[in-house]
């Protein structure tokens, strides 16, 4: 009986108790939310802070970079401005760049092209105009065949024009032969070597007599558009090269115009012509070139004994014998202002046969001996009798190894 009195007697206290648990339930709740969401803001300003932190960072290092890859485009640009770092400085230049995951290398390669395609930079002073004489060496050995003579006097003519300081002229080369025989092929090549985008290069210019001069009664147009042409070409690229094809067919106005950029003029208008590049290519002189190669076959002499002296006075005398108005190149040879005349020998058999392997390896596909025989004898040998020389040298050897693909 007392103890249900005493629970009787302390159910208001536990009442009361059960009352303040469920009015305080809510209270807690909202406290616990409170609670979560400062410690979610607390989280977020740590993130946050940390990720301000990595910004800073990263901006500090791309600042650092900024400055030291300025300051060493300056230096390449301006040598007379440059200064000896302190080797303290360069090292924590070093570690900010490393701790950020930057490639010293890497970066320079990056920020020296995008500062290059604005202008002019690398050691050429142009970074369209790359200068690669081993490479044209290189390909100058591999790809051209039975052009011995071509080969040397190219070389050695374009080296020798792009290490001399400052040239009293233009170069002018005059390429001569036949179809076929490697003159396109060799100013592609040249133009490969000396530029980065090649034939496609700003500093290229390709013009073909009967496509881009065709009617003679127009020849005053094409004489200021041809200025115009140069000039600029000259004004935004100082190395320029400028390629003739078909150079037999130019009518006679627009070799006059030609003249004064080829000439040892300092300037003309305020412009220096004096390191341009001038190809001329031309079929006419063939028949010379070949009599002379068939001559040497005939003695039973070697073709690599065929020397540049074997060829000049007849190729020279052929040029400025010529009565034809249109062809004018002995204009350009009478006021000395081609500096090479540029013999490409008729291709033989076995020369074909290389162009004919060179076709297989450029489009990946397999080759035997047997399928090299097959293209050559497709071709059309002379003279005659002899059929020694292609009558189209190399030309569409590429298209004819269609035939044995599967």
Same mark, same amino acid.
């Not at 600042?63 to 440059?82: G, I, V």
């Not at 496509?211 to 000259?234: T, W």
């Given at each position: 009986?007392?103890?249900?009195?005493?629970?009787?007697?302390?159910?208001?206290?536990?009442?009361?108790?059960?009352?303040?648990?469920?009015?305080?339930?809510?209270?807690?709740?909202?406290?616990?939310?409170?609670?979560?969401?400062?410690?979610?803001?607390?989280?977020?300003?740590?993130?946050?802070?940390?990720?301000?932190?990595?910004?800073?960072?990263?901006?500090?290092?791309?600042?650092?970079?900024?400055?030291?890859?300025?300051?060493?485009?300056?230096?390449?640009?301006?040598?007379?401005?440059?200064?000896?770092?302190?080797?303290?400085?360069?090292?924590?230049?070093?570690?900010?760049?490393?701790?950020?995951?930057?490639?010293?290398?890497?970066?320079?390669?990056?920020?020296?092209?995008?500062?290059?395609?604005?202008?002019?930079?690398?050691?050429?002073?142009?970074?369209?105009?790359?200068?690669?004489?081993?490479?044209?060496?290189?390909?100058?050995?591999?790809?051209?065949?039975?052009?011995?003579?071509?080969?040397?006097?190219?070389?050695?003519?374009?080296?020798?024009?792009?290490?001399?300081?400052?040239?009293?002229?233009?170069?002018?080369?005059?390429?001569?032969?036949?179809?076929?025989?490697?003159?396109?092929?060799?100013?592609?090549? #040249?133009? &490969?070597?000396?530029?980065?985008?090649?034939?496609?290069? %700003?500093? @290229?210019?390709?013009?073909? *007599?009967? !496509?881009? /001069?065709?009617?003679?009664?127009?020849?005053?147009?094409?004489?200021?558009?041809?200025?115009?042409?140069?000039?600029?070409?000259?004004?935004?690229?100082?190395?320029?090269?400028?390629?003739?094809?078909?150079?037999?067919?130019?009518?006679?106005?627009?070799?006059? #115009?030609? &003249?004064?950029?080829?000439?040892?003029?300092?300037?003309? %208008?305020? @412009?220096?012509?004096?390191? *341009?590049? !001038?190809? /001329?290519?031309?079929?006419?002189?063939?028949?010379?070139?070949?009599?002379?190669?068939?001559?040497?076959?005939?003695?039973?002499?070697?073709?690599?004994?065929?020397?540049?002296?074997?060829?000049?006075?007849?190729?020279?005398?052929?040029?400025?014998?010529?009565?034809?108005?249109?062809?004018?190149?002995?204009?350009?040879?009478?006021?000395?202002?081609?500096?090479?005349?540029?013999?490409?020998?008729?291709?033989?058999?076995?020369?074909?046969?290389?162009?004919?392997?060179?076709?297989?390896?450029?489009?990946?596909?397999?080759?035997?001996?047997?399928?090299?025989?097959?293209?050559?004898?497709?071709?059309?040998?002379?003279?005659?009798?002899?059929?020694?020389?292609?009558?189209?040298?190399?030309?569409?050897?590429?298209?004819?190894?269609?035939?044995?693909?599967?």
């Amino acid at each position: 009986m007392a103890v249900v009195c005493r629970v009787v007697h302390s159910s208001p206290l536990l009442y009361f108790c059960l009352c303040v648990l469920l009015v305080g339930a809510p209270g807690h709740a909202r406290q616990d939310r409170l609670w979560e969401r400062r410690k979610a803001a607390q989280s977020s300003a740590r993130l946050g802070n940390e990720h301000y932190g990595r910004l800073q960072n990263h901006l500090g290092a791309a600042r650092a970079l900024s400055n030291r890859y300025w300051h060493f485009l300056a230096c390449r640009l301006w040598q007379e401005d440059c200064e000896e770092e302190e080797e303290e400085e360069e090292e924590g230049g070093k570690v900010i760049l490393e701790q950020q995951g930057w490639s010293l290398p890497i970066v320079s390669e990056i920020v020296s092209s995008w500062y290059c395609s604005f202008g002019r930079c690398c050691a050429t002073g142009d970074c369209r105009v790359i200068n690669n004489i081993t490479g044209l060496e290189l390909d100058l050995s591999r790809r051209l065949h039975g052009q011995h003579l071509a080969k040397d006097v190219v070389l050695k003519a374009v080296q020798g024009f792009l290490e001399t300081p400052q040239p009293e002229k233009a170069l002018a080369l005059s390429f001569h032969g036949w179809s076929g025989t490697g003159k396109n092929f060799v100013a592609q090549i #040249i133009a &490969k070597h000396l530029y980065r985008d090649g034939l496609k290069s %700003d500093c @290229v210019k390709v013009f073909i *007599s009967l !496509f881009h /001069f065709p009617h003679s009664k127009y020849v005053d147009i094409y004489k200021v558009q041809l200025a115009k042409q140069i000039s600029e070409a000259v004004q935004q690229c100082e190395q320029s090269l400028f390629i003739f094809d078909e150079a037999e067919k130019l009518h006679g106005g627009l070799l006059d #115009i030609l &003249k004064p950029y080829m000439e040892h003029y300092d300037n003309i %208008d305020m @412009v220096d012509y004096r390191r *341009s590049i !001038f190809l /001329f290519l031309s079929n006419t002189g063939g028949n010379i070139i070949n009599e002379v190669a068939l001559d040497f076959w005939r003695a039973g002499r070697a073709r690599e004994e065929i020397t540049m002296e074997s060829f000049d006075q007849y190729l020279r005398a052929e040029l400025l014998e010529s009565t034809d108005e249109v062809y004018a190149h002995n204009r350009l040879l009478e006021e000395n202002l081609l500096d090479f005349l540029v013999p490409f020998l008729p291709l033989e058999y076995c020369h074909v046969k290389l162009c004919a392997r060179d076709a297989f390896l450029a489009q990946g596909l397999q080759f035997t001996e047997e399928a090299l025989d097959e293209v050559a004898k497709m071709m059309v040998f002379v003279p005659k009798e002899e059929k020694l020389f292609s009558a189209q040298g190399c030309k569409s050897v590429f298209q004819r190894i269609n035939y044995f693909l599967p």
